[in-house]
Nanobody, 116 residues
């Protein structure tokens, strides 16, 4: 099993920055890609960004150029740097870790609110 704990959420003003972290524990040797997803009130969960163990990253068009995903393999932690925050970025942000055979692990999420 893999446990994921997100942190760093909170209130940020439009145009501001926030850094989310996702700490992995347990059977971390199973983890390959790590990613961030988000779910806004009344909407379905959507993809934000992913990063491979080698550092290759991909982003949703809605966050490209504003968000940066990174990972510290030594400390089993993934990060999401959010810059230029917009009100539409308001959501619960979830961390996901991918393991072999299509198994995905999810954290419980951290709330991000973008508002003045």
């Amino acid at each position: 099993q893999v446990q994921l704990v997100e942190s760093g959420g909170g209130l940020v003003q439009p145009g501001g920055s926030l850094r989310l972290a996702c700490a992995a524990s347990g059977s971390i040797y199973r983890i390959s890609a790590m990613g961030w997803y988000r779910q806004a009130p009344g909407k379905e969960r959507e993809y934000v960004a992913t990063i491979t163990p080698g550092g290759t990253s991909n982003y949703a068009d809605s966050v490209k150029g504003r968000f940066t995903i990174s990972r510290d393999n030594a400390n089993n932690t993934a990060y999401l740097e959010m810059n230029g925050a917009k009100p539409e970025d308001t959501a619960v942000y979830y961390c996901r870790a991918t393991a072999p055979y299509g198994i995905n692990y999810w954290g419980k999420g951290t709330m991000v609110t973008v508002s003045s």
